[in-house]
């Protein structure tokens, strides 16, 4: 009877090369489950990523290239547009002959169609008047004349002897400009192209840009002063309370921000409720002016915002514990100083996530100042709306626009530097 043994050796270089392809196979089979994963990762959230590129990325990245871009003059006037590229109105005199022949027939060439009243409206957004000019000298161009095509430009209007005319032309011939934004920060350029502060009559946007800084910051402060008692309230009263003033609260979300402002017409207006009820109680003998000015936009924005401010500040005061008043009570404090040191810098990230998010918010405001402002309380959106709309300077606009969102994104990235991070998730 043979006896088979219950143990069979194998050769000791066969196992490890037997466990070295396990282990890459075992590695390998890892790597294309982790990429799997990733993938089906990926394809989850592509549909928000797409939504984000469609409706938030592309359109500012529009935004920031028409603030900088406009390439109508050199599309339509090709020729005269290179000529002038070449030319320096720093040196004084006027463009030659050629610079001359070739905007005349590039002015020909687009006469009676679409481009020339592009070209006089991009024109006219430099300099006030160039639109006229270039109409009504591309309408008398066509005309017999004699001479040089100087002498033809001179006969039809004097401004075309003068470096301002040539000089606008110039730096609108160049599809990259800054003249968008040199006019946002109430800058152009003079006759020779050099940069100069507007006259004092014509400077707007620097101090609207201080105008809307100013307001967004005393919307926000008075949020806050108004907001939060009344969330520190919600917040230490007993659920089946807090819950229904709660919905007081959040009232104001479910009614429309035309109707809110409006609302507070009615209230402010000269013969209002309000300077009804101040009248008949005897605290003013004539009504007083509340509305159309600042301290009507400063009321009917604070009470649109304020709702956010005592949200952000309730949702961080739920959180805090009242052992610790509790604690320095014990130990002696009284209740204003133990609110001070034991409470409210735990409430601080609220805070700081409350203003800034009422701030934001403020910035961009347009319905609420345009109706309840005066035409001196108008903010940035009024004027970004307004060129947009009227006089269709889309690259003013898109400048204007964009001077906001940096400094927007500025005092957000100061914030969030001086808290050190705390409190900045928004809401």
């Known amino acids: 009877m043979m006896i088979l043994p219950t143990n069979v050796a194998v050769p000791r270089g066969d196992a490890e090369q037997a466990f070295v392809v396990d282990s890459r196979s075992l590695k390998a089979k890892l790597r294309g489950a982790e990429r799997a994963e990733r993938f089906k990762a990926a394809m989850l959230v592509f549909p928000l990523l797409a939504f984000l590129l469609v409706t938030f990325l592309v359109p500012i990245g529009s935004l920031l290239l028409k603030s900088f871009r406009d390439p109508t003059v050199s599309r339509e006037l090709p020729h005269a547009a290179t000529l002038l590229r070449d030319w320096s109105p720093a040196a004084g005199q006027l463009p030659d002959e050629h610079v001359y022949e070739a905007f005349g ?43 040089t095509w100087r002498q033809r430009f001179s006969a039809i209007d004097p401004r075309w002897d003068e470096m301002r005319s040539w000089s606008t032309l110039k730096y609108a011939s160049s599809p990259w400009t800054l003249g968008y934004y040199l006019k946002a920060f ?192 108008q903010l940035a959106s009024y004027y970004i709306a307004y060129h947009v709309n009227t006089t269709l300077n889309w690259g003013l606009a898109s400048a204007l626009a964009s001077t906001l969102l940096a400094g927007v994104l500025i005092v957000y990235g100061l914030f969030v530097k001086l808290t050190g991070g705390a409190g900045v998730k928004l809401g």
């Open 186 to 377: 109430d800058f152009k350029r003079d006759e020779r192209g050099a940069i100069v502060r507007q006259p004092d009559g014509q400077r707007l946007y620097v101090d609207v840009f201080v105008k809307t800084a100013w307001v967004s910051v005393s919307v926000s402060v008075l949020c806050l002063l108004l907001g939060y008692p009344v969330a520190y309230f919600l917040a230490n009263i007993p659920a089946r309370y807090s819950n229904l003033f709660m919905i007081l609260v959040l009232l104001p979300f479910w009614t429309s921000i035309l109707v809110r402002t409006t609302a507070w017409v009615v209230v402010l207006q000269t013969h209002g409720v309000l300077n009804d009820i101040l009248i008949r109680f005897g605290l003013t003998n004539h009504a007083l002016s509340l509305i159309y000015n600042r301290f009507g936009v400063l009321v009917a924005m604070t009470h649109i915002l304020l709702p956010y401010a005592i949200l952000s500040l309730y949702s961080v005061m739920k959180g805090v514990p009242n052992l610790y008043v509790k604690a320095a009570r014990s130990l002696g404090a009284g209740p204003v100083r133990s609110f001070l040191e034991a409470y409210f810098p735990q409430t601080l990230p609220g805070v700081g996530a409350a203003g800034m998010l009422t701030f934001i918010l403020a910035v961009g405001y347009y319905i609420t100042p345009a109706i309840v402002g005066g035409p001196d309380d």
């Open 105 to 147: 027939r590039d002015l020909l060439a687009i006469k009676g169609t679409d481009g020339m009243s592009r070209v006089a409206s991009r024109l006219n957004y430099d300099d006030t008047g160039m639109r006229s000019l270039i109409m009504k000298t591309a309408r008398r161009l066509g005309e017999p004349g004699e001479g």
